[in-house]
């Protein structure tokens, strides 16, 4: 090789390493760009004084532009928010935002700013197409505690899996596991693999260092396509219960060859998306044509994860394709993909405020999470009968006619009242007879009183409540006044302090 040939070979090389690490800073700067800082007021409601509001609280999170000049976030970064305000690194000013979407299911908001001059030298990421390798290394950007400017730390994926999605505590979805450092204010961050969004930032296991979770882009995609028409109608759910078949004599007994597989129908929720086509003790085999093992998973590009992965990738209304095992034949069925009926709210509820009535001192409610979370360690010392309806709810066919299960939160003392102080936390049957399957039924209820006196029942063996009918409206009155109750009455959850 001549000299000149050499130099001109070392000088491609140069170039070429020079070039690598400037290629490297810029699309650095592009995602720090991209990445933003939220600071987010809130106020929750209190689900034990329903008519009052708990404190005014704040959070910092981040947040990741994406096209349209909306900002990718966390649902819980956003939540109950009354003030929203959006920072840029190299900005010192403040700009007020709105969530513009918000699914608390998965965990996600779009937040768009009020000011278009916010946008002004910053960048646009992209979603990416695929779900992160294992051992590969993802990089993390945010704003988390511990100091003003952007913070960006590597993780390698560790792990891929279906788990529960804390912040509503409604679903289980695909979540990806990472080493990376996240902290609070991470939350709602961009995590980055070949210069697009591989997911967001969402959660961390409590007690362990260097374990956190991210969001990856099929749940980010189903939700930006789902709110694509200008709402948010959530992921769907087959409506059933079902059981594992890893025991080789059930499946010989259910006539099912050793080449098949599957899951077994152990209840079929009432009203659900599979109600009018699946039956108690179906196994399904195949969901769209994909094999379901006995253990309820289904091959991934990973490993293999839990079958549930295909109904999440549906929007409400797509059509889902089951393949049955039913009286020892092999069927094909089709369903719509739908919410799951919801009678005993199980996850906590957001931008909603409390449903409730006062009559005569005596607070009905509707049962929820979110009511049996006002208890400290609620799972352990919450009543008992309440913890019973809100597990087994479906499972043990527990008052099907029943929408809601309304209960006596507790008493206001009254003159009125007074030998029912004691009483709370209890499920109401009935009210001067009439069976109570909502809220507003107690109030329908108590217009037609029983000759004089308003009977109420409530399970669990507590005397009959008797109120004088034409006493208590004027106690209602009463107690309202002197316990500066606004209105004896809200049936509206959704007329609260976040409509804009």
């Not at 290394?137 to 730390?153: D, F, H, L, N, Q």
């Not at 996850?347 to 409390?354: I, R």
């Not at 003392?413 to 109401?428: A, Q």
């Not at 009977?455 to 669990?460: A, I, N, P, Q, S």
Request: a neutral charge; hydrophobic letters at 40%.
């Amino acid at each position: 090789m001549s000299n000149a040939w050499k130099a001109a070979l070392l000088l491609a090389v140069g170039l070429l390493v020079s070039q690598c690490p400037a290629d490297e800073r810029n699309n650095t700067l592009r995602i720090r760009n991209a990445t933003v800082k939220i600071q987010t007021t809130y106020i929750h409601p209190s689900y034990y004084i329903p008519w009052r509001m708990l404190t005014h609280a704040s959070v910092i999170g981040s947040g990741a532009i994406i096209k349209n000049n909306l900002i990718l976030t966390n649902a819980h970064v956003v939540s109950d928010a009354t003030f929203i305000q959006v920072m840029r690194e190299n900005d010192p000013k403040k700009y007020e935002a709105t969530v513009q979407f918000i699914g608390h299911e998965c965990d996600l908001a779009l937040v768009k700013v009020k000011d278009e001059n916010f946008f002004k030298d910053t960048s646009t990421l992209e979603i990416g197409d695929t779900v992160p390798e294992l051992k590969s290394i993802v990089t993390s950007y945010g704003y988390p505690v511990g100091g003003e400017r952007i913070s960006i730390t590597e993780g390698v994926v560790s792990r891929i899996e279906i788990r529960t999605y804390s912040h509503s505590g409604k679903s289980a979805f695909l979540m990806v596991q990472t080493d990376a450092a996240l902290n609070p204010g991470n939350s709602g961050g961009p995590v980055i693999q070949d210069g697009k969004i591989a997911g967001v930032a969402f959660q961390v296991r409590s007690g362990v260092e260097n374990i956190g979770y991210m969001i990856p882009t099929p749940i980010i995609k189903h939700f930006l396509d789902d709110v694509a028409d200008g709402t948010f109608n959530g992921f769907p759910d087959l409506g059933v219960y079902t059981d594992e078949l890893e025991n080789d004599s059930f499946r010989e007994y259910l006539g099912m060859a050793e080449s098949q597989s599957g899951i077994i129908v152990i209840r079929v929720v009432p009203n659900g998306a599979g109600a009018k086509v699946l039956k108690e003790g179906d196994v399904i085999m195949k969901v769209d044509g994909v094999q379901v093992a006995n253990d309820g998973s289904i091959p991934f590009e990973y490993g293999r994860i839990k079958c549930t992965h295909l109904i999440d990738l549906k929007q409400i209304g797509d059509p889902i394709k089951l393949t049955l095992w039913r009286d020892k034949k092999e069927i094909e069925v089709s369903l719509t993909a739908a919410l799951p009926p919801v009678r005993i709210p199980w996850f906590k509820q957001f931008e909603t405020l409390p449903r409730y009535y006062i009559y005569a001192g005596l607070i009905f409610e509707p049962l929820n999470r979110d009511y049996l979370g006002t208890w400290r360690d609620w799972f352990s010392n919450a009543d008992a009968r309440m913890l019973y309806y809100f597990t087994y709810l479906e499972r043990d066919r527990i008052h099907p006619e029943r929408k809601e299960f309304v209960i006596v939160n507790s008493v206001l003392p009254d003159s009125e009242n007074t030998y029912l102080s004691d009483l709370s936390n209890r499920v109401v049957s009935t009210v001067n007879g009439k069976t109570i399957t909502r809220l507003e039924d107690v109030i329908e209820a108590f217009k037609t009183p029983k000759g004089k006196y308003h009977l109420v029942m409530v399970e669990g063996g507590y005397k009959p409540i008797l109120l004088d009918a034409a006493r208590a409206d004027q106690a209602t009155a009463r107690v309202l006044k002197n316990y500066g109750i606004p209105a004896d009455r809200r049936l509206d959850q959704n007329s609260g302090y976040w409509k804009k």
